[in-house]
């Protein structure tokens, strides 16, 4: 199962109760107090994984807490500290206040590793050493821990990738990727094979890497949410540039050029910044007839951007995109 939006209940550990306890020792007939503190509650904290590609962890246990710290005892001693309560979650995390979703976040996390602290636990109470004084040799004060932090919280995934592929369900971008890199999305003859995000690293030379994004196909209405498109349009917005995978072919009785044109489309219409954002072309399936003739007319019409042909299945062209990669990547 693939998650890539969930709401959760996070609940830090609340402080153990600091203690009241007086020294009772032979020969010492009153032995001051000796109560001692309580344990600080567990945080919860949320650390991005580059191994963990989805939220799905989370759908099964969206109520997440930390426990408590112990209470303080006699002879001074403090309570235990609970464990911090640590959450993986996927690189291109970001965390929304469950209120208002998409207006600040709270965090994103955005390097393998970075942690950040949801909800702090709370401190432990004092016990009752801290209150004697000259005139009080006996207190029976303490406090009571803190409570943990808590919240309703919105975790939303944000690929992170160097390139997003886009196009039409069927165009060959999986196959694309397959061919590419070592990640292994599923290809078959029928629309909406991809059914989520996929990223795959491409090795551009002995010290350079890329990853690209293969993105569920978009269809005409994608921006209102016809077809998967919508859902998944958001794991494209941090990509740098954008490939565009046409079937050149025009294999399912489509036009090529109109398939670009609906494409930059519905791309606009959903957020016009990823319009602006550096694009180019893959005229996929070079091995059908009519790919020749219609690769022709796509040049023309789009004379200003670049055009790598290839075909995906035959592995044709893989290398110069490659390189292309490498340099509009630069
Ligand atoms: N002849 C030919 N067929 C191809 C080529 N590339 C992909 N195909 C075929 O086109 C079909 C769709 O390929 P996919 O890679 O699944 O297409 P996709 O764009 O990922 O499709 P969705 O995941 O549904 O959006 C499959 O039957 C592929 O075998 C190509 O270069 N030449
Ligand atoms: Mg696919």
Redesign the pocket.
Same mark, same amino acid.
């Given at each position: 199962m693939f998650v890539d939006r969930i709401k959760v209940f996070a609940q830090a550990g609340s402080g153990g109760r600091g203690s009241v306890s007086f020294r009772r020792e032979k020969f010492v007939p009153k032995g001051g107090p000796d109560g001692g503190d309580g344990g600080r509650g567990g945080d919860i904290i949320l650390h991005a994984d580059r191994h963990t590609d989805n939220l799905s962890n989370l759908f099964y246990e969206p109520i997440i807490k930390a426990k408590s710290g112990g209470h303080g005892m006699g002879k001074k001693m403090h309570g235990r500290s609970a464990p911090n309560k640590i959450v993986k979650v996927p690189v291109g995390t970001i965390v929304w206040p469950a209120e208002h979703i998409e207006h600040q976040p709270i965090v994103d996390l955005t390097r393998d590793r970075q942690e950040f602290v949801l909800c702090e636990g709370g401190k432990g109470g004092k016990g009752n050493v801290h209150f004697k004084s000259s005139t009080n040799r006996a207190p029976r004060e303490y406090t009571e821990g803190e409570e943990g932090e808590q919240g309703h919280f919105v975790l939303e995934l944000r690929t992170i990738a160097d390139a997003g592929?886009i196009?039409?369900? &069927?165009?060959?971008?999986?196959?694309?990727?397959?061919k590419i890199s070592a990640a292994r999305?599923?290809?078959?003859?029928?629309?909406?094979?991809?059914?989520h995000p996929i990223i795959g690293v491409i090795e551009l030379s002995e010290y350079k890497r890329a990853t690209i994004a293969?993105i569920?196909?978009l269809i005409e209405g994608a921006h209102r949410g016809v077809g998967l498109g919508h859902e998944f349009l958001r794991h494209i917005t941090r990509c740098r540039i954008f490939l565009f995978?046409v079937?050149v072919?025009g294999?399912e009785g489509r036009n090529p050029i109109e398939d670009v044109q609906q494409l930059r489309k519905e791309l606009d219409l959903y957020d016009k910044r990823l319009s602006e954002r550096p694009w180019f072309l893959v005229a &996929?399936?070079?091995?059908?007839p009519e790919a020749a003739e219609n690769l022709r007319a796509l040049r023309k019409q789009f004379s200003k951007i670049e055009i790598v042909a290839?075909?995906?299945?035959?592995g044709?062209g893989i290398d110069e995109l490659r390189k292309k990669l490498a340099n509009w990547l630069e």
């Open positions: 592929l196009g039409y369900p &069927n165009a060959g971008k999986s196959t694309l990727l397959r999305p599923k290809v078959a003859a029928y629309p909406f094979t991809t059914l293969d569920p196909g995978v079937d072919a294999s &996929n399936k070079m091995d059908l290839i075909s995906a299945a035959k044709e």
